[in-house]
């Protein structure tokens, strides 16, 4: 079995900061591609960024510029920084992953965490 806790949502002004967490532990071999996706209210999920075990990195159009994913792969944790939040902002963020298990390969989420910015 394979848990995804994300922390660090939040109220914060417009123009402000936050930085979310999402730690995956459990019984796996190793884990593949991380991501972050977002619901805004009344909207579908939209991609925010994903990482690949390289590091290698890709934002979604709505928050180039604004975030920075990262991850520790000694701690199978990943991190999105994101900046200069806007009331577009807003929403329910989901953490993603694939994982590989000793006999397939399987995709996770988390129960999310709610990122409101006030104007």
């Known amino acids: 079995q394979v848990q995804l806790v994300e922390s660090g949502g939040g109220l914060v002004q417009s123009g402000g900061s936050l930085r979310l967490s999402c730690v995956v532990s459990?019984?796996?071999?190793?884990?593949?591609?991380m991501a972050w996706y977002r619901r805004p209210p009344g909207k579908q999920r939209e991609l925010v960024a994903s990482?690949?075990?390289?590091?290698?990195?890709n934002y979604g159009y709505p928050v180039k510029g604004r975030c920075t994913i990262s991850r520790d792969n000694a701690k199978n944790t990943m991190y999105l920084q994101m900046d200069n939040l806007n009331a577009e902002d807003t929403g329910t963020y989901f953490c993603?992953?694939?994982?590989?298990?000793?006999?397939?390969?399987?995709?996770?989420w988390g129960q999310g965490t709610q990122v409101t910015v006030s104007s």
């Open positions: 993603n992953v694939q994982v590989s298990r000793r006999w397939d390969v399987q995709n996770y």
């Open positions: 459990g019984t796996f071999v190793a884990v593949n591609t």
């Open positions: 990482i690949a075990r390289d590091n290698s990195s």
